[in-house]
Structures are given as C-alpha cells and as structure tokens.
C-alpha cells in the first residue's frame, strides 16, 4: 500500500492506495502535523496496514522534514516528493518549473493522464489555482486569494466588515453587508474564472479543452458549475500516484 500525502496550506489530505484509483482517505489541518511520532500515531489510529512507500506533495516546505524523518524512522525508507523537473512525460513550458507548486504540478499531471493532452484545471484552496495544459505541454497558469483569505482579508482590513460564512448567492446585488460580501468573494471570482477561461481558450486554441474544478472549496460551489465542468475532487491523489508511478518505479 501506498501513503499519499497532498499538504496545502490549510489542510492536508492523506491517502492510503494500491492501485491508484481507489483511496482511503483522512484529512488533517496542516498546521496539526508537528513531529513524526505523533503523525505516526494519527495514523497508526486510521491505517492498519504496512506502508511500502510515502510519497508526498507539499506546498508548505517548512514542514517537509517531519515527513522525512517520518519515512525513516517508521519504514526505513526515503520520501518521494512531487517535483516537475523529475517528471518528464509533461514539457513545463515556464521560465522556472522548479517553481510550480507540487499541487498545480500533480493536478496537470493527472488531468493529461486522465483527460488527454489538452485540459484547463481549476484547483479551489486555499489559494485558486488555473492550470492550462496545451499538446501535453503546462503553459503556466494563474493563482488567485482563495475565498476564505479574501473573507479573512475584508474582515482584517476594514473596522466594520464581519467574517461572514461562505455560501454563494444567486443574485449579483446584495441587500445587506453580509450578502455584499458574499457576492464580492464568491460571485465576482466564479466571474472571473469565467471571463479567464473564455482568454485561455481563444489565446491557446482550446476551445474543446475539459474544464476540471478541483480542491476543498469546490464543494462550496457544486450547485453553481456549469454543465460543461467536470468536478473532480481525487484528481490530485491520482496525480500524486501517477507521479511516484512514473518516477520511483
Ligand atoms: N469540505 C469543505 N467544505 C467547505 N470548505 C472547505 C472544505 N474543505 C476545505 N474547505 C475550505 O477550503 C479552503 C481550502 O481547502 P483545501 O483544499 O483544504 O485547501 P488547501 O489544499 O489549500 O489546504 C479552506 O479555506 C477550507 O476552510
Ligand atoms: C498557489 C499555492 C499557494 C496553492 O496552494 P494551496 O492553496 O493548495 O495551499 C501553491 O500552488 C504554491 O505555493 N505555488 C508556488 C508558486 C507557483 O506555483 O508558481
Ligand atoms: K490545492
């Protein structure tokens, strides 16, 4: 068995998998994870089978020793970490590849696994993330505050504004402050994506392109996708296998 780990910025999701396509899945806040003892004991309490390889994803690198020191300690081994320098199926057309965070990178990886050569993939965390995948080739993308910073944000910037709870509205004119903001965090950016994605498809010819929706948030916005998206909240798990597939085996 295989023990994944996707660590964002919030939280970090943890998979057990053998095959690559089925996962059994944890969640832990990111900030939880503090010594390689105790995640040993989170996951002794979850996972009671032998682990033959970690390999981990991680966009928050002053963490990544734990799970170093985890790997030799508990199963005598190396972690494998996400790179897209070490994986050479995908061209990362972009000044810096070493640069682009491990969860874009598994993201693109699985999307032209799993949906072909072309693809525009949406990662909602704690940052947004869009990833445009053209012949095979990453031509980069664009990181946008994720909702709950832009709610954090108002609410530390302003003496007034609350921190209200996310819930997307259906109208694009709030009545009241909460309402206001809402459509000001949600609506306005679903927009925006909206108003980028039509760019990326007339500026990289991929008009036929899937649009995948991903990441934690995503869940907030189901109801409101559009019928031509795909909602695929594992991509980054397969993307995750697929690379310690194509480089550590
Ligand atoms: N199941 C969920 N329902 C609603 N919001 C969620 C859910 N899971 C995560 N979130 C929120 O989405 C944001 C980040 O989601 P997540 O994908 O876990 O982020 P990251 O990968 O950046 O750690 C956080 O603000 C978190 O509170
Ligand atoms: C943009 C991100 C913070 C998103 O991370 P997340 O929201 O999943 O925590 C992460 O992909 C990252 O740190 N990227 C490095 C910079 C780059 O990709 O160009
Ligand atoms: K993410």
Same mark, same amino acid.
């Given at each position: ?26 969640r832990v806040s990111t900030h939880s994870i503090q010594t390689e003892d105790e995640l ?58 070493? =640069? ?30 869009? =990833? ?16 709950? &910073? &832009? ?46 994605? =039509? ?23 189901r109801e409101y996708l559009k019928k031509d998206i795909v909602y695929d909240l594992e ?15």
């Amino acid at each position: 068995m295989l023990l994944l780990f996707d660590v964002g910025n919030t939280h970090t999701t943890i998979a057990l998998t053998k095959d690559g396509k089925s996962f059994d899945i944890k969640r832990v806040s990111t900030h939880s994870i503090q010594t390689e003892d105790e995640l040993y004991v989170f996951l002794k309490m979850f996972y009671k089978n032998d682990f033959k390889d970690i390999v981990v994803s991680s966009v928050v690198p002053n963490i990544n020793y734990i799970f170093e020191f985890f790997a030799e300690k508990y199963l005598n081994k190396k972690a494998i970490f996400v790179s897209a320098k070490e994986y050479n199926e995908i061209a990362w057309n972009v000044n810096t590849p070493e =640069e682009i965070g491990a969860d874009r990178v598994v993201d693109v990886i699985a999307a032209s696994r799993d949906y072909g050569k072309d693809a525009i993939v949406v990662d909602f965390g704690t940052a947004i993330t869009i =990833e445009v995948l053209k012949d095979n080739r990453y031509e980069g993308g664009v990181i946008i505050p994720g909702f709950n &910073m &832009m709610v954090n944000a108002l609410f530390k910037g302003t003496a007034k504004l609350p921190k209200v709870e996310l819930k997307p509205s259906n109208t694009f004119v709030g009545k009241d402050t909460e309402s206001n903001i809402r459509i000001g965090v949600i609506n306005t950016i679903l927009g925006g994506i909206d108003y980028t994605i =039509e760019r990326i498809k007339s500026d990289y010819d991929l008009k036929s392109a899937p649009i995948i929706y991903t990441g934690g948030q995503s869940k907030l916005i189901r109801e409101y996708l559009k019928k031509d998206i795909v909602y695929d909240l594992e991509l980054g798990l397969r993307g995750i296998y697929y690379f310690y597939e194509n480089t550590a085996c």
